[in-house]
């Protein structure tokens, strides 16, 4: 059974519904009637709180609360309600967030009451499979560890060897004794304590051995901190600092043919060509043709097991299925312990997010519009494209369309550095691969789930069944970002990102920079509509509309 997290509400004492989840989630709760659970509660504002869910973890955010909130009975967020106000008028404060504990019960009023049930797997201490829920699955080794059938039999095996080893040198021993003069017993007495201690010192440092190869970093060796958690990944926090290390350490597993890693076999490292919060990406060579590409490395912050290996590359094989000029092609896909890696095209241009930088914080109107229609028509590819992917019961289903969900400049990518270059949509699935293979935590404030100033509200209430328009209206907040420098909404420093995401409009272009022409504005404010839909649904109508304006 996998990791899950469940939320059993409780409304004037009585349980009402009960959510369980086994997979990431982010949840909006609330009156309203586009929450993802809907609390029917006068006393529980319209947008009460969200409950971002990482199976087994789970992450607690208040959007203010007028009532205060109590978790386990005791205060935890001061009530702001005054006479007069309606419940929803007082959500104005910063909001407060906290990790759930398994047991929690959290009172968002005095009426309505979440209790929150978290349940972790438990895996065998050898071979880190699941252990069965029945007691006939539970073992345990020599140092009091639960394993699994297969891996008692093994080792039931080794202590009736060590036995039989023991029983035939004492038999030796004997015959020995039995043999020697009287003269020479005291010797063999003392001959017989050092081997008797000998032995046991290597099985001792036999099963150190064992034991540290849990502990040891899979790239340097050395022992990792003490008290990391058991599912952490195995990279020390030196090595994690130092990607060429790790591209390195892949290299070198590839030249041995280490299965996972033979991929990248006879590459070689030109450069790094920058680095992130999960990794870093190189410049390669690969040494029998001479093409350059991209490598990018992928660190899991969690310990990498067989079934999560399996997933994570069985979901990031989408890529490779995507083939358009305007997307960035994705080649092979392998990994090697808790490192995981992608080889891909490279573009020389480098990425949009940071020519706007180098350009002084926006771009000219000709070059975003270039670069934005060009994006519209990898959407517009990606989409409608049918998609096969491997299932973990062996069978393929076909799905029509893949929604990106992190778009963002960041994402776009120039194929030169030429006053026209080709752009390319990059990232397609990446993030979500790896967090659905949970191989990662929870990112930090205001990347779950995509980026939140670049995000529509029925993305950040409906993430996990977001519809292609969610990324037409994130390529509308790009453009808007390329063109003024600014992001589509205006956002307070010291409050709640997600809420002022959730609640607060786009700002007319126009009052951002007067210039820009009148009819491309009324194109790009429709765009950035969110209420009742989304302005555009498809990345085709949005483009045209952009082609009319102009």
């Known amino acids: 059974m996998p990791a899950s997290v469940t939320l059993d509400i409780t409304i004037n004492g009585s349980e009402t519904e009960s959510f369980t989840y086994t997979e990431k989630e982010s949840l909006i709760l609330g009156r309203a009637d586009d929450c993802s659970i809907i609390l029917a509660e006068p006393t529980v504002s319209r947008y009460h709180c969200m409950v971002e869910i990482l199976p087994p973890s789970a992450n607690f955010r208040d959007f203010g609360s007028g009532n205060g909130i109590r978790l386990n009975g005791k205060t935890v967020v001061a009530g702001r309600f005054k006479t007069g106000q309606s419940i929803d008028e007082t959500q104005e404060g910063e909001a407060t967030e906290f990790a759930l504990k398994d047991g929690d019960v959290i009172a968002l009023s005095s009426k309505c009451e979440i209790s929150v049930k978290l349940f972790v797997p438990e895996y065998c201490a050898e071979c880190l499979t699941e252990l069965g829920q029945g007691e006939e699955d539970r073992y345990q080794n020599g140092e009091g560890e639960n394993i699994c059938p297969e891996c008692y039999v093994l080792y039931e095996e080794i202590k009736e060897k060590e036995a039989e080893q023991k029983k035939q040198e004492e038999e030796g021993r004997k015959r020995a004794a039995e043999e020697a003069r009287l003269a020479e017993l005291k010797k063999q007495e003392e001959d017989e304590r050092k081997e008797k201690d000998r032995l046991a010192e290597l099985r001792r440092d036999a099963i150190r051995d064992m034991r540290d190869e849990k502990t040891k970093c899979m790239i340097c060796e050395a022992f990792l901190p003490e008290g990391r958690a058991a599912d952490d990944g195995r990279i020390c926090p030196r090595c994690r600092a130092n990607p060429i290390a790790v591209l390195e350490y892949m290299l070198r597993m590839a030249a041995e043919n280490q299965e996972g890693a033979s991929e990248i076999k006879g590459y070689r490292k030109i450069s790094e060509l920058g680095r992130g919060g999960m990794g870093a990406v190189f410049k390669v060579e690969e040494e029998a043709t001479g093409d350059i590409f991209a490598l990018k490395m992928i660190l899991a912050s969690k310990q990498a097991n067989a079934n999560a290996r399996a997933q994570f590359l069985r979901e990031a094989s989408i890529g490779r299925q995507l083939d358009h000029p305007h997307i ?31 350009r002084g914080g926006r771009l000219p109107v000709d070059l975003a519009t270039d670069i934005t229609l060009q994006v519209l028509d990898a959407l517009t590819y990606a989409h409608t494209k049918q998609i ?9 289903g076909k799905y029509i369309g893949i929604v990106h969900r992190d778009i963002k400049p960041g994402n776009f990518f120039l194929a030169d550095k030429s006053p026209r270059p080709t752009a390319k949509l990059a990232d397609f699935g990446m993030a979500k691969s790896f967090e659905a293979a949970g191989l990662t935590d929870f990112t930090r404030t205001g990347d779950a789930g995509g980026t939140p100033v670049f995000m529509p509200r029925q ?51 126009r009052k951002r920079d007067r210039q820009i022409d009148k009819k491309l504005a009324e194109v790009v404010d429709h765009a950035l509509i969110e209420k009742p839909s989304i302005g555009y649904s498809s990345a085709e109508q949005f483009k045209k509309a952009i082609e009319g304006a102009l």
């Open 459 to 509: 993305q950040i209430i409906n993430y996990k069944y977001a519809k292609p328009d969610v990324d037409v209206w994130a390529v509308a907040a790009s453009y808007y970002f390329m063109l003024t420098g600014f992001f589509p909404k205006d956002f307070i420093p010291n409050k709640d990102i997600w809420s002022q995401a959730l609640k607060n409009p786009a700002v007319p272009i």
């Open 328 to 358: 960035l092609k994705h080649y092979k896909y392998g990994s090697s312990g808790d490192a995981f890696f992608v080889l891909q095209e490279i573009c020389e241009g480098g990425s949009v997010d940071k020519l706007i930088e180098n």
């Open 388 to 396: 096969e992917v491997d299932l973990a019961d062996g069978t393929v």
